[in-house]
């Protein structure tokens, strides 16, 4: 494959990751969908979940928590809060922010303003124990 | 003149300060170097914030979303954003100055006027002297964005809430080690940047979900990054500050123990003459 696309992934940090990729797979907000060169202008939200790319055939699957996708000209701009490729992600951590959320979520009720949060802790948690065991595996 | 003891004194406990202030500086260099990495770590995120919202704002007629609205102005807030040690010249006062002055000025136009803090020094400055709606001290230590998109959310809230109508945040933006500008920027309602004179509004986005959901999404996000963005300048800006302020307190010390160890010689010199003196006139009266 000739085509390549420029993918960018941004934090307020840093800078995570800019290179030549061939194909780009994330979760947005309506489901997941994948996007290869020459796609048209897009722009959407991305949901707490998983990008994988792959350059030169070699896949690379991260673990993003909620941000922005947007692609135009074959430039991919992924502006989100935190992204941690597979293999730097604290499995541990992971795993102890788990247990903690879903304490937190038998206390709360839904309606209670808490809920959201410990909600969004609990899926963070989740994609990267996922995001991690897909490293382990290969 | 003072005696040569308490000269002596003065001489090692200004010795000890200008080690302290020596230390500080260090300290301040190390940290203003980390928090200079931040600043510039970070402006690649807020800067991609922006295109993107313009790219969303290009597409967007009337006001489609509440934060975009502008309404009746009569409730202002200000966002103090100092810092929480002393220490560091005129950084806090300066900047507290400002904020007093702007809120004269404003006075006339709004009804109620309240003042929202970031950082124990602008809170103990202005907390006697005008409503302080929320106080957000000890999050500048090390600023990280949950506590930014915290405060954003917070302050959010209570604009839809209508507790304000507009809210400026007031802050020091970090521009070269030995200066920092006193910044005012209008939060809320967002202003739209002018529109990019480049037209790239001929390219036709698609938008998944609908243009307003993602506003809805991108907005708040976009005051949690001005507020972060803030804090990191606000930091960088103190620790150059502190190093400039501790640099001339240092290079004064040096001066007055130098000062001080001319009059102490001095002293010791007198004091020798009219020990010989004494000695020689005793010696003359016995020999005459």
């Known amino acids: ?138 | 003149m003072a005696s040569l003891k308490s000269i002596k004194k003065r001489i090692v406990s200004v010795k000890n300060t200008r080690q302290i202030t020596k230390a500080m500086k260090m300290v301040s260099a190390a940290k203003l170097r980390r928090a200079q990495e931040n600043v510039v770590a970070a402006r690649p995120y807020a800067q991609k914030m922006g295109e993107v919202l313009q790219s969303l704002a290009s597409n967007l007629e009337g006001d489609q979303h509440p934060l975009l609205e502008k309404r009746d102005a009569k409730k202002l807030l200000l966002i103090v954003v100092t810092s929480d040690r002393g220490l560091c010249g005129g950084f806090n006062t300066n900047l507290c100055k400002a904020g007093e002055r702007y809120i004269k000025e404003k006075q006339a136009e709004f009804e109620q006027i309240s003042v929202l803090t970031v950082g124990r020094k602008g809170h103990e400055f202005l907390k006697n002297r005008h409503t302080v709606y929320k106080n957000f001290p000890n999050i500048l230590a090390k600023p990280n964005y949950q506590a930014a998109a915290l405060l954003a959310q917070d302050v959010i809230e209570g604009y839809l809430a209508e507790e304000y109508d507009q809210v400026v945040m007031l802050f020091n933006s970090f521009r070269t080690v030995m200066s920092q500008d006193i910044t005012f920027q209008q939060l809320l309602p967002i202003v739209p940047e002018e529109k990019a004179t480049v037209d790239e509004a001929g390219v036709e986005y698609i938008y998944e979900p609908s243009v307003g959901d993602l506003l809805a999404d991108i907005l708040p996000k976009n005051i949690e990054v001005q507020i972060f963005k803030a804090m990191l300048e606000s930091v960088a800006g103190e620790h150059g500050a502190r190093m400039t302020a501790m640099d001339s307190a240092s290079k004064n010390a040096s001066e007055m123990i130098g000062k001080l160890t001319l009059q102490y010689n001095r002293a010791r010199q007198a004091a020798i003459t009219t020990e010989l003196m004494e000695i020689i006139s005793g010696a003359e009266s016995i020999k005459g």
Request: proline fraction near 3%; glycine fraction near 6%; include cysteine.
């Open chain 1, 1 to 138: 494959m000739a085509e390549k696309m420029k993918l960018e992934i941004v934090t307020p940090y840093n800078k995570v990751l800019d290179e030549l990729v061939d194909e780009v797979t994330a979760t947005g907000k309506l489901g997941e969908f994948g996007v290869l060169p020459g796609h048209a202008p897009f722009l959407t939200s991305l949901n707490i979940g998983e990008l994988y790319y792959k350059k030169d055939g070699v896949a690379v699957c991260m673990a993003l928590n909620w941000g922005y996708f947007e692609i135009q000209e074959d430039r991919i701009i992924v502006l989100v809060e935190t992204a941690e490729r597979s293999d730097e992600i604290d499995l541990e951590r992971a795993k102890a922010a788990l247990g903690r959320a879903e304490a937190k979520l038998k206390e709360l009720s839904p309606e209670d303003k808490n809920f959201k949060i410990y909600e969004a802790a609990l899926e963070r948690a989740l994609v990267r124990m996922q995001v991690a065991g897909k490293a382990a595996r290969k």
